[in-house]
């Protein structure tokens, strides 16, 4: 079962990308990750470093807190 936090998260960047009007491979490549990871984000299935969330946060271009608001 998935921590009801990280789909929360998941959720929170899906809502994001979707808005931007980006698809997970667009924001993958602006992430410099993997399509993959992204999709498991978004599914709550990784719990993402600090790293990858600031990463994530720029290739969405908002601020890290934006993200974490949910």
Do not use: H, W
């Amino acid at each position: 079962m998935n921590d009801p936090i990280l789909v929360q998260l998941g959720n929170r960047i899906r809502e994001i990308r979707l808005e931007k009007k980006l698809t997970q491979a667009a924001l993958a490549e602006k992430c410099q990750c993997n399509r993959n990871y992204i999709s498991m984000l978004e599914r709550g299935e990784r719990n993402p470093s600090y790293k990858s969330l600031v990463m994530i946060a720029e290739g969405l271009g908002v601020k890290l807190s934006t993200v974490m608001n949910f």
